[in-house]
């Protein structure tokens, strides 16, 4: 089982920026597609940002343009630096970790977009 753990939620204002972090276990990161999911109250749970380990990046159209996804392999870690960011993007973000029937979640962490 691989282990998750997401920080770097929080409170902050339209228009303003956070950058959260995804923690993965495990000797083959450098593996695994990352990606980090939402989920809003009362809404399904919502595809962000993927990126696999080749680098290649896919992203909602709801978040192209203002959110970046990118992975550090020393690290073990992936990150989605988030700008520009909207009320509508309040949610709980999962990460996710995927390699082959291999898929694990982390517990997520709250972004709340507030004025």
């Known amino acids: 089982q691989v282990q998750v753990v997401e920080s770097g939620g929080g409170l902050v204002q339209p228009g303003g920026s956070l950058r959260l972090s995804c923690a993965a276990s495990?000797?083959?990161?450098?593996?695994?597609?990352m990606g980090w999911y939402r989920q809003a109250p009362g809404k399904q749970r919502e595809l962000v940002a993927t990126?696999?380990?080749?680098?290649?990046?896919n992203y909602a159209d709801s978040t192209k343009g203002r959110f970046t996804i990118s992975r550090d392999n020393a690290k073990k870690t992936v990150y989605l630096q988030m700008n520009s960011l909207k009320p509508e993007d309040t949610a709980v973000y999962y990460c996710?970790?995927?390699?082959?029937?291999?898929?694990?979640w982390g517990q997520g962490t709250q972004v709340t977009v507030s004025s």
């Open positions: 996710n970790v995927r390699l082959g029937t291999i898929e694990s």
């Open positions: 495990g000797s083959i990161f450098r593996l695994y597609t």
């Open positions: 990126i696999n380990s080749g680098g290649t990046t």
